[in-house]
């Protein structure tokens, strides 16, 4: 498979998100490439009276009497990640995004075909048309046809808003999964996350703006959550499933805290030395200011990620078992719990780049990828929706590109040209399907969504006008979604 180069690694990431412990003092001292970046004036103690909303979530865990110092510490520098106006007024004020390895079908979940069952063996491009080997009916109030590949789905189709119209420009995983991510034509480029950090800000100052949650990376790897051009402060922290979520969390046992704090102290003197000399390096910059969101995640992470508080019936709701620190489940639960901290943009990746729902071979594979994620995302939508969190946070249930009606020995192929998506809360139609396939489920028959309408309106619900939202790179101003992009306003509440 063709894979697309790296872009040039900068020597100082803030997405290389590592405790302040984990490093000898003389590693520590950040460096960094020229790059321009314009902030509010607001320092970290203004940001702290801006943002009850992350201060009322970290007393939610018992943390704000530990935190208060590290919001309050002197600082006159104004924080890269302050909160910013949005364009207009948002409907949505957070993301927790779903992302399905490999290409889900959408004749098989979303967008049943009884056409399929009746052709089912008619010979049909390189193969024969294939029938859904799940049931399907109306569900819920609103009605709307899914098979029942997603049964706890299913019960809450009243909070979906589905899209059965995607349309997309690649049908190789690999561009496919940065173009979705991206926007892009196949090169890595500023991903969507990124740009809403870039766009909006952080609401807690104490916790990346930009987490993905991938136990195993998924096609083009890390550049999926890559800030690329745009400002290392806005590059995605990779939450890791396991025993060591986030590496080097824990300090060291031969460096008290006491001793580690007063080390830091003269690293951030060294480093704002080192700065003032530099005024336009904005590496450098994000090198010193992960510095600090590491000190501070030191605190808050092992707290935010441990669930034994969590009661037991909301341990059943999301199918997390006492002691799970793997599953998909968990990994659910902790984004609420995120999402609830202020963290602006969370993605849940399900599986890596084999093992997933490119299923060419056997369309049944899709039943055990399903259940993983099932009950999880239902029980997500149903959490935040008792929370009064639904209205303001866009969940997305999402997949690179579709699969065909056609196959070979029970499977299906890669197929841009048709998909299906949903949304819920964030400001979309509760219980409403737009655009239409053909019969088959071949070709978009009604309302196409191209990925790039799919970002313009993500970022309308947000606030931000895709067309204003731009930043200056090699001689030209980037957009998430390039010079495309049209606003589907049918799906907004």
Known sequence: MRRLPLPPAPRARSGDLQSPSATPLALQTAT?????????????RSLLQRSALATGACAGFGLAERLFPLFAAPDAEPHPLAPRAPHFAPRAKRVIMVFLTGGMSHMDSFDPKPALAKRH????????????PWA????GQCGIQTTDLFPHLNGGVDDLCVIRSMTGDHNEHFEATLHMHTGSQGAALSGIRAWVSYGLGTEN??????VVFCKDKPYAGSQVWDSNFLPAYHQGVCITPGNDPIPHLKPNADNPRALQDKELAMLQRLNEHHRATRPHDGELAARMLSFRTAQSLETIAPDLLDLRKEPDFMLRQYGVERGDNKSFAWQTLVARRMAESGVRFIELIDTGASGNWDAHGNIKSHAGLAKKVDQPVAALIRDLKDRGMLDDTLVMFT?????SPDGTNGGRNHHCRAFTC?????????GLTYGATDDIGHTVADKPVHVHDFHATILHLLGLDHERLIYPHAGRDFRLTDVFGNVVREVMA
Do not use: D, I, M, Y
């Open 205 to 210: 100052p104490n916790l990346p703006s930009n």
């Open 422 to 430: 949903w949304r819920a809360g964030g400001g979309v139609k509760p």
């Open 32 to 44: 960094g490439s020229r790059q321009h970046f314009n902030t509010h004036e607001l320092s970290r």
């Open 399 to 403: 997949t690179e590109f579709g699969r």
């Open 121 to 132: 063996g008619e010979k049909f491009g390189r193969g024969a048309l294939t029938a859904s």
């Open 136 to 139: 399907h009916t109306q569900r």
